[in-house]
């Protein structure tokens, strides 16, 4: 029987419900696509980063002080307010250019520890190591591979080189960038420390004139990083707008000195700009940072997750949920356990030891009186020896006679009477001669019981800490594992001995920047120079922020920060520099080396 042909109302209905079909599949997969991380989170990012500076604003860091005299409030008497805020912003943009190069620093590590790596490495960290979309891209290009054997692999290996080196391309300039307005910054505020003191009604508009100047010159270090994203680039998104910073008034630029009002605009402007800066750094580190520790171990947190969830359906089986009373009895035996544990290795041996310690007078009138009852036996003994010496030998012996000499005339007078048994035991005196050695046995008897009991009495709080052994070995091992879990931050900030050795690291870091930095100025390389000047000074503000609260713990902070301070210092000769650096290392506690291990 042969088929009609399809009306064409039935083949519209068929195309309405495949395009119904695609839409909902598409639909789905997107909305999948949204909860996988994702490199590019535009809208939220921004959130983020905003939140973050805030955080940053609320929360000021401990950083290395700007090189400003002491003294320098008490000579702007008569502008005491503008300069506090002059010097509030000063700081403000010194801790914020701490902030984004350590934050610049931090992501560019990252990405140079991946470019050493080896290529089996780069494939691990392009297809398992940034999240499940990546992990089913990657999957999937490398079960492609039908260029050929090993193409897949190669293609993959370069991939993630380029993906590696755009990112440490871009950081790496930021961070050049960063650290050259640092150095300048500071040498600006060096320079106009003196003269602040001397005439601060004309050098704060011309420092404020200068510090703008500097953020142009940041501008246009930091402008062609847009120019600089290839074509093919794995950033994926568009790069934010051009960074541009507002200008001082000109008029007011050039005057010597500026009213009150003038001082104000130009520092809610300087403030206006490191707002600009802040954001664009952001947004830029951002999309160059490294994955999420999340997102790098996806993996292991999902089996975690996996095995949780397998963890909770067996619990709810033994639970009172299904009408199971399983976990209510395993409750109840390990109760039990848990208290018998207690009850034999804690509570009795603890009472044990309490009795032996507060009980001394109890315990030491009870063994007076077994060795009286030893000693009473003993007196017996004596006088049955003395009666039947007195009654062989048919002579007087003193009270004091030894009972050794006695029992040998007992002994004797046995051997004797042992040669004719029965008559003697019945006319003699073998009878007696064996009723003597029986109370010489009971005395020998009683003396040795006595020293074994004297011996497990002074042994009985050895045997009470010997059942408390286990309960202090358990408690010395949860003891251990609160210690290490105190201690478990490693960074130099901590208090373990591997925050000990990255404190002496970041010395020895200093130490070296400061001799590349003279090396620089030796061969001319001005802008080298500069930028070695500006991670020095990162630097050194790390290892201000590190050893902070354990120098005021010991009492060395005074001279520790002055150590500090003086090392940031231009004009002091770089011989002296290591000089401080070495004697940093030998003099101060909390940059010695921790103690070996015996």
């Known amino acids: 029987m042969e088929e009609s042909p399809a009306s ?226 794995s950033v994926e998104g568009s ?75 067996w619990l709810i089986r033994h639970s009172r949920l299904s009408g199971s009373h399983d976990i209510d009895n395993w409750v109840r035996e390990a109760k039990d356990s848990t208290v018998s544990f207690v009850r034999d290795h804690v509570e009795q041996p603890l009472l044990a030891i309490r009795d032996e310690l507060f009980e001394t007078f109890r315990q030491r009138h009870k063994g007076m009186m077994e060795l009286e009852e030893v000693q009473l036996t003993s007196n017996s003994l004596h006088r049955m020896l003395l009666a039947f010496s007195e009654q062989t030998k048919g002579q007087k012996f003193p009270e004091n006679a030894s009972d050794q000499e006695m029992l040998e005339i007992v002994m004797n007078r046995y051997e004797e009477e042992l040669k004719h048994p029965i008559h003697n035991l019945v006319n003699g005196e073998l009878a007696r001669a064996l009723l003597i050695q029986v109370q010489k046995l009971k005395l020998d008897t009683e003396t040795a019981m006595l020293e074994l009991n004297q011996i497990l009495r002074a042994n009985e709080i050895n045997f009470a800490i010997l059942a408390a052994l286990p309960a202090f070995f358990l408690s010395l091992i949860l003891l251990m594992l609160v210690r290490a879990w105190f201690k478990r931050d490693t960074r130099a900030e901590g208090r373990g001995r591997v925050a000990r050795l990255q404190r002496r690291l970041l010395v020895v870091e200093v130490e070296k920047r400061i001799m590349q930095y003279q090396t620089f100025v030796d061969q001319g390389m001005k802008k080298e120079a500069l930028d070695m000047f500006g991670m020095l000074l990162y630097s050194l503000d790390r290892l201000y922020h590190a050893v902070k609260g354990h120098a005021k713990a010991t009492g060395e902070w005074q001279w520790l920060s002055q150590d500090i301070i003086d090392l940031a210092k231009p004009s002091l000769q770089t011989a002296n520099k290591l000089r401080a650096t070495s004697r940093m290392e030998r003099v101060y506690d909390c940059l010695l080396p921790a103690l070996q291990r015996q």
């Open 8 to 233: 064409p109302s039935e083949v519209n209905e068929n195309k309405d419900l495949k395009a119904l079909i695609s839409f909902y599949s598409n639909y789905l997969w997107t909305r999948v696509l949204d909860f996988l991380p994702s490199p590019d989170y535009n809208f939220l990012r921004r959130i983020r980063a905003r939140a973050a500076a805030s955080r940053r604003r609320h929360r000021p860091r401990a950083c290395l002080p700007l090189p400003l005299p002491a003294n320098l409030l008490d000579s702007c008497q008569p502008a005491t307010t503008e300069a506090s805020r002059v010097l509030g912003v000063l700081h403000e943009i010194l801790e914020r250019t701490f902030s984004n190069l350590h934050n610049v620093q931090k992501n560019l590590q990252f990405w140079e520890s991946r470019a050493e790596g080896s290529k089996g490495q780069k494939i691990k960290f392009m297809v398992l190591e940034r999240g499940p979309q990546a992990f089913v891209e990657g999957s999937i290009q490398l079960l492609r591979g039908s260029d050929g054997e090993g193409s897949s692999m190669q293609n993959m290996c370069l991939s993630a080189s380029a993906h590696i080196s755009e990112r440490i391309a871009v950081l790496t300039s930021l961070r050049s960038a960063l650290a050259t307005f640092l150095a300048q910054f500071y040498r600006k505020i060096d320079k106009y420390g003196e003269e602040l003191v001397k005439d601060p009604q004309s050098s704060l508009p011309s420092l404020l004139g200068r510090i703008n100047d500097l953020f142009f010159k940041l501008e246009a270090s930091i402008g062609h990083l847009h120019a600089m994203r290839p074509s093919d680039s």
């Open 239 to 313: 790069y934010s707008l051009p960074l541009v910073f507002e200008k001082l008034p000109e008029i007011n630029q050039d005057r010597s000195q500026w009213s009150d009002s003038e001082i104000r605009d130009s520092i809610n402007l300087i403030s206006q700009n490191l707002e600009k800066l802040e954001s664009h750094l952001t947004f830029i580190v951002d999309k160059h940072r490294k994955p999420k520790r999340v997102t790098q171990y996806w993996i292991r947190y999902t089996c975690g997750a996996l095995g949780l969830s397998v963890c909770s359906v």
